[in-house]
């Protein structure tokens, strides 16, 4: 819809909605990645820039609680690889903590956010006026599913995510606190350097038009799925078929030639798994075709899409990691 419309509110609207849903999908990704750790994607991150976004959004938060905010942010700090939506993650885990506790005290409170760098590592510091954390519950407070608040604002999760995320960054999490004193929450990470990359910038240039695919073959339960792919592949001039089921999937299989087939893996009856191995024994050369969709982080998915090696996109996507998928199942035909 964004990119059919130019009226300033309404491409406003959307663009909320648009974060909205990046960011609860972040959130359940994030859940996810603490149930069983997925490694970080790392990129050159700017630390000081992810900060001042968290305390850009959490503007109207702060103002409301009666909480000033001094950012003291090293403008030499370098850039180091690191997962920025998970580092963001961590912060605002961090400062909602600090808001919380601030919140309990009733009077004005003060957060100081504060970077520097100490030979190759670099340091977030988060201090708040809040009351402390009492010495007994000190030694807990980093284990999942502790929490001192009721079930409507506490998960007890918040800092053993943010504890497990910035371990997978090769990073520390340390803390300062006593009673009556306020707390300093310390994010401690490596500066580690962008890997020169080996030259794969040509594959990016992938024109659609030349890796030839006209026909596609989607294949998901999903009405709506169907339906955005459609939109996004027919707007690149593919001639799109949809089914919302396996059994469907390979009567059009059977019948016709496509030159993609994008397939989701979990389907109520024939899932795509079989749907694939199917494909495999009756028409061999079309396996090699296959895109596969899932919204599934399950082991035994991970376990499929590693055994077959076969390009897949995780669910949900947006047009352009749709289009990059579609553009990496093509390299891997040609
Ligand atoms: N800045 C802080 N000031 C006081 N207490 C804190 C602070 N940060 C964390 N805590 C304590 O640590 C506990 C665990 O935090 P967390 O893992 O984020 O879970 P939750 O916020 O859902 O309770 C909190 O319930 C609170 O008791
Ligand atoms: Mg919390």
Not at 76 to 104: R, S
Request: hydrophobic share 35%; proline share 4%.
């Amino acid at each position: 819809m964004l990119g059919q419309t130019e009226d300033e509110k309404t491409v406003r609207d959307l663009e909320q909605i648009l974060s909205g849903g990046q960011r609860a999908a972040k959130i359940v990704k994030n859940l996810l990645s603490f149930a069983r750790e997925t490694s970080p994607e790392k990129q050159l991150s700017d630390i000081n820039e992810i900060l001042n976004n968290v305390l850009e959004i959490m503007e109207y938060d702060f103002r409301v609680s009666n909480i000033e905010v001094k950012a003291q942010l090293d403008p030499e700090l370098p850039q180091t690889m690191a997962d920025a939506n998970q580092m963001q993650q961590v912060f605002v885990n961090i400062i909602n903590n600090a808001q919380q506790a601030m919140k309990e005290k009733d009077k004005p409170g003060g957060l100081t956010v504060r970077t520097t760098r100490h030979a190759d590592r670099l340091r977030v510091e988060f201090t708040d006026t809040g009351p402390g954390i009492p010495l007994d519950q000190q030694k807990h407070i980093l284990e999942p599913f502790y929490t001192t608040k009721s079930e409507s604002k506490g998960t007890g999760l918040g800092l053993s995510i943010s504890y497990g995320i910035v371990k997978a960054h090769g990073g520390n999490i340390e803390f300062r606190s006593s009673e009556g004193e306020g707390s300093t929450f310390i994010v401690d990470l490596p500066i580690v350097e962008e890997p020169t990359a080996p030259s794969v910038e040509e594959t990016r240039e992938i024109d659609l038009a030349k890796l030839d695919i006209q026909k596609v073959l989607v294949i998901d339960d999903e009405e709506d799925i169907n339906e955005l792919i459609t939109e996004i592949l027919t707007g690149v001039g593919c001639e799109v078929v949809t089914v919302t089921n396996g059994e469907l999937a390979l009567k059009k299989i059977e019948a016709e030639v496509y030159d993609l087939i994008v397939c989701d893996l979990r389907m109520p009856g024939m899932d795509g798994t079989e749907v694939y191995n199917q494909v495999e024994q009756t028409k061999p050369e079309l396996a090699g075709r296959f895109l596969f969709l899932t919204g599934d982080i399950s082991d035994e998915t991970r376990e499929f899409l590693e055994r077959m090696a076969k390009p897949h996109l995780m669910k949900p996507f947006t047009r352009d990691t749709f289009m990059e998928a579609v553009e990496r199942a093509c390299t891997k035909m040609s």
